[in-house]
């Protein structure tokens, strides 16, 4: 009686008729290449069958050296070759080992390593899209609003950025003993920095030179952003870090106390001013507004810039006499004009920056508008309240590289800037 050739599966290593299209234990899908023993079975290509089938035993696998056969196989009767004893499929550990086995196999594998780098190339890319998008939850006082509900239409035609003719300006450095330093002001004839990277509140002379360093409020600094002050001499400090807060201190840095605004109300937020009604105004980065509090924390006045469509971060708040409110924005990288009940008025696009290194405001005693364009290490002046009123400089010669973020304005004409990339302090005068 003729035995019929038998193959392996090389899914669960049963054995199987030669001619079979599916394994009878695991119902694999066998093809003609698929029907031999991979490295577990020994590379055993023949299990029975003779010359006259046209069918070979592997010699290596005949015997063991005790001249029997070796484990796992056993010999076919009337035949000197030798199949592997059939086997009613896998047990779950070996699942988990051949699953393991085939992972380190694949690992070494330029194919998988070509697919994994395909794979986060594309991913790069959808996260670079998703990030032009307005988020679909945003932050506003602790609440979160679903990205469904529409922001309000933005009623100004959106213009392109300014392209007018650069003017070169000369520049002083004041200081250069800081890590990213950010917001900046001046008040008491002294000039005060905040740097996030070192969380300290730096008190300079008007000669630059170094008077206190202070570290903390009623709690140690986590992120200083900015700071501001206002006709008194008093000090103010916005702490973006651990929920947030705003801090008030002496002339000299001394703590004095904490605004007691609502909870979470500063958290992230980058941009700060006291006006000359003592409102304290905060540009809420995740919150898409700007909120006025007064000295007990009671919230006075909001401004929204969640405009449908539109991705305006706002990230830094000036207010003017004229109950103009100035608003600079990142993302869709702007300067916003709003009056004081919310209306805008006015917009002038920026070149890109991001929220955390974002344009930052200034206001000299005529009421001139000065703004920072970080990515250009440059300065717009918005003269007027069109959108053709803005002029332009950069600083001429120097280092390179330069990332102008907070900005003071001390006289007209006048100004302190920080450089968060060079971390220096520099002094600019702005020619009429």
Known sequence: MREEPVAVCPKCESSVRREARFCDQCGWSLSSGETTAGADAGDLEVLCGGEEDGETVNPSRGTGADGGAEEGLEPVEGREAYRESPRHGATFPERVRDGIRRLVLWSGSPLLLLVVLAGAVARDNFRRVESQVAPDVQEAGGET?????????????IVTPFMGEERATEFETVNDGFAR?????????????????????????GEGNEVAQVAHSDRRFVEPVDVAADGAGNVYVLDAGEGGQVSVHGPDGEFQEVVPIPAQSAD???????????????????????????????????????????????????????DSVFVSTAGMTSV?????????????????????????????????????????????????????????????????????????????????????DNGNIYRIEISP
């Open 336 to 420: 916003l004009r709003f009056t004081e009940g919310g209306e805008l008025l006015n917009l002038w696009p920026l070149v890109i920056a991001n929220s955390v290194d974002g344009p930052h405001l200034a206001l000299d005693g005529e009421g001139t508008v000065y703004v920072t364009q970080p990515e250009q290490g440059g300065i717009l002046r918005i003269s007027g309240n069109d959108v053709e009123d803005l002029e332009a400089w950069v600083l001429a010669g120097g280092q390179p590289l330069r990332k102008l973020v907070g900005i003071t304005a001390s006289d007209p004409g006048v100004l302190v800037v920080t450089d968060s």
């Open 145 to 157: 609003v679903p990205g469904d509900v529409p922001g309000m239409a933005l009623p100004l035609e």
């Open 181 to 205: 330093p950010r917001g900046v002001t001046t008040s008491n004839g002294n000039i005060y920095v905040v740097d996030p990277f070192l969380r300290l509140l730096f008190v300079l002379d």
């Open 268 to 322: 992230r937020s980058r941009g700060l001013d006291v006006d000359g009604q003592g409102r304290i105004w905060l540009a809420m980065t995740p919150a898409l507004a700007v909120a006025a509090f007064d000295l007990l924390g009671q919230e006075l006045v909001r401004i929204s810039t969640d405009f449908e469509g539109t991705d305006l971060q706002p990230v830094d708040v000036a207010f003017r006499s004229d």
